[in-house]
């Protein structure tokens, strides 16, 4: 389920994302919640002026949004959207190719370090936060059309939480931001074609 919350991204959002400093940025606003260019410069070591810039191209290519009403006069406080990423599609486009390996990457990257986290946080974190969550791997043998079902399927509820909390406020008691993992892909199919 794909709508203008949860997109497709396009080879031009792709090469405007694949920069180490949005990315960062994004990561930082999907950890941490809305911010400012200040606070986010603050974080990264950077000037407002580059933050600024950074963040209006995340904007640009629909990877954030602006909050008009949170923010104060001139102050702009900005939060992420969803996105999806086809990257079979683009590391196969020579034009493509190397934003879609830098950016497949920085994801691998970032979940590991989101894992790791959790595995550090979860050893003094409040015991009913930790057996609320779940870490589950599971390998079933599925048809091409099982695989796109199940997709399907795990999205829609996952569309369906963003959609009932998406304007939820930072602020609200007996909250945590919940960082959700999901991949579903085939490995081996290599394997069947080579000769015995």
Do not use: C
Request: hydrophobic share 35%; charged share 35%.
């Amino acid at each position: 389920m794909m709508d203008d919350k949860t997109r497709n991204l396009g080879a031009s959002a792709l090469k405007g994302l694949s920069h180490p400093v949005r990315l960062r940025l994004l990561e930082l606003l999907e950890q941490h919640g809305p911010a400012t260019a200040t606070q986010l410069a603050a974080r990264i070591g950077e000037n407002t002026g580059a933050t600024s810039y950074h963040l209006r191209q995340l904007e640009r290519h629909g990877f954030i949004e602006d909050m008009p009403e949170r923010g104060k006069g001139k102050e702009r406080w900005w939060r992420t959207r969803g996105f999806s990423l086809d990257g079979d599609r683009f590391r196969r486009d020579p034009e493509t190719a190397e934003a879609a390996e830098f950016l497949l990457a920085e994801m691998v990257r970032q979940r590991g370090a989101e894992l790791a986290r959790w595995l550090e946080e979860s050893r003094t974190s409040p015991r009913p936060w930790i057996t609320a969550g779940v870490n589950s791997r599971v390998a079933l043998r599925l048809t091409r059309d099982e695989l796109a079902g199940l997709v399907r399927e795990v999205s829609g509820v996952l569309d369906a939480y963003y959609d009932r909390v998406r304007e939820r406020d930072e602020e609200v008691p007996d909250t945590a931001r919940v960082i959700v993992h999901f991949d579903a892909f085939p490995v081996g199919l290599g394997e069947r074609e080579k000769p015995d």
